[in-house]
């Protein structure tokens, strides 16, 4: 069993931060890529960010220099570091772990979403 539990989430200002963690627990061997995705009222699940094993990360471009995304590999841990914050980044946010399990078994596993509001 592996389970995903997501922080983070909120009420911001317009121009405000906030920082989201995804920490992955349970039987797990090994994991490879990592990512963020958001789905906002109405609209289908869309990426935000990804990194792999190896630290390379890819942002949609509406994100590219307001977002960070970076990983703790002691603490097989996601986060999304979230600057500059506009109301059309208003979105469940949900992040996304592929790993390998101790049973040497492939799984892409979802979080549960945190809601993230930008309003003023």
């Known amino acids: 069993q592996v389970q995903l539990v997501e922080s983070g989430g909120g009420l911001v200002h317009p121009g405000g931060s906030l920082r989201l963690s995804c920490a992955a627990s349970g039987s797990i061997f090994s994991i490879y890529g990592m990512g963020w995705y958001r789905q906002a009222p109405g609209k289908q699940r869309d990426l935000v960010a990804t990194i792999t094993s190896s630290g390379s990360t890819n942002y949609t471009d509406s994100v590219k220099g307001r977002f960070t995304i970076s990983r703790d590999n002691a603490k097989n841990t996601v986060y999304l570091q979230m600057n500059s914050l506009k109301p059309e980044d208003t979105a469940v946010y949900y992040c996304?772990?592929?790993?390998?399990?101790?049973?040497?078994?492939?799984?892409?596993?979802w979080g549960q979403g945190t809601q993230v509001t930008v309003s003023s």
């Open positions: 996304n772990v592929d790993l390998l399990t101790v049973a040497k078994i492939r799984i892409n596993y």
